[in-house]
């Protein structure tokens, strides 16, 4: 009899066993909403303009939008780091500047606009390129100064470049990128292309003179240029408050429209593009304002923590940290459990941890790519040695 319940029981504790990993299937395998029924949302805050209308508050969003949204904001933030980890374990030299607190910028842009439309940035690149499509390795290979770096391994973190998604780069000289930005635009104007260029810059590069000059001759123009900038208050260690007598910036062209928003949050980010893309092809420039913060230093040799408290820090993370608002949306919504959001952020894991490996077996460059990029090809430039006389190479 005992040995007749015993075997009764094995059998049923088998049974359950065989049971268990069929329902952990089951369950993980619950479909995640991809539903595209719109949802309306509205934003956080008002949108503030000068010399234009306001976009409107509601939103429309859907399920799947938002959990790409959380999914690459994810991503980004894990993105960024590794790329921590991987500066200070000397794998990553020179400068790194990273956009953690800022993702919402780069995924609400992206969601508004299409690969037609150009974007160029400053040398916080990283995760701009990533909205754009460049991947993982990507990222973590140019970082490293490897082969299958977007650049080949020779731009490094500053030097982002993915032109089949119109993607024009990071750029190391403060403001820079904003000449080179409405000039895209002019080209884009001249080959009637109806699309248009977001340059990004700074608060600290918001005083440069050659932005201004630059919007000056859009506005002449009415070139398809949109202004962004990425207002993360500090520029390196200065405050926006010491650096500028007006830090309005989105006020700060005068003849030209602007738009304040509120950069971390992704669905208004996503609507003030909208608007902006629209006011663009119309009208010519207008300015975009984006209130947001990075968590990190200014770069990597900076600590971030001598020019602002960490309660301030830590206050802007629990109040308005885009990848949080996103989560408490999709839950307030019903559109995924925690359980299934934090089954994305280990998958977001593995997917860097995979890429890092990837870009670390990853060769360097050959020697002789110090001479590649450099001229047009064709032209038989010869490199001569100290002396002048010995030709080394003749570059491709």
Known sequence: ????????????????????????????????????TPITVETSVPFTSHQCDTPSRSVQT????????????????????????????????????????????????EAAITKKDCIIT???????FVARGGTLLEVFAELMGRQAGCSRGKGGSMHFYKKDSNFYGGHGIVGAQVPL????????KYSKDEAVTFALYGDGAANQGQLFEALNISA?????????????HYGMGTAEWRAAKSPAYYKRGDYAPGLKVDGMDALAV?????????????????????????????????????????????????????????RKLILSHDLATEKELKD????????????????????LPESSELFTNVYAKGLGVESFGADRKEVRAVLP
């Open 1 to 36: 009899m005992a040995l007749s319940r015993l075997a009764s029981s094995s059998s049923s504790s088998r049974s359950a066993d065989l049971l268990k990993p069929l329902c952990s299937a089951i369950s993980l395998r619950r479909p995640i909403s991809t539903d595209t």
């Open 62 to 109: 859907n399920a799947k939008e938002l959990l790409t949204f959380f999914r690459d904001m994810a991503l980004m933030r894990r993105m960024e780091i590794a790329a921590d980890s991987l500066y200070k374990a000397k794998l990553i030299r020179g400068f790194c500047h990273l956009y953690d607190g800022q993702e919402a910028v780069a995924v609400g842009m």
């Open 122 to 128: 400053a040398y916080r690149d990283h995760c701009t």
């Open 181 to 188: 930005g409405c000039g895209l635009a002019f080209a884009q």
């Open 220 to 232: 002449l123009w009415d070139l398809p240029a949109i202004l962004v900038c990425e207002n993360n």
């Open 270 to 326: 996503k609507q003030a593009c909208t608007f902006a893309k629209e006011h663009a092809l119309k009208n010519g420039p207008i300015i975009l304002e984006m209130d947001t913060y990075r968590y990190h230093g200014h770069s990597m040799s900076d600590p971030g923590s001598t020019y602002r408290t960490r309660d301030e820090i830590t206050g802007v993370r629990q109040e308005r940290d885009p990848v949080e608002r996103i």
């Open 344 to 363: 994305i952020e280990k998958e977001v894991r593995k997917e860097v941890d995979d890429a890092i490996a990837q870009a670390k077996e990853n060769p």
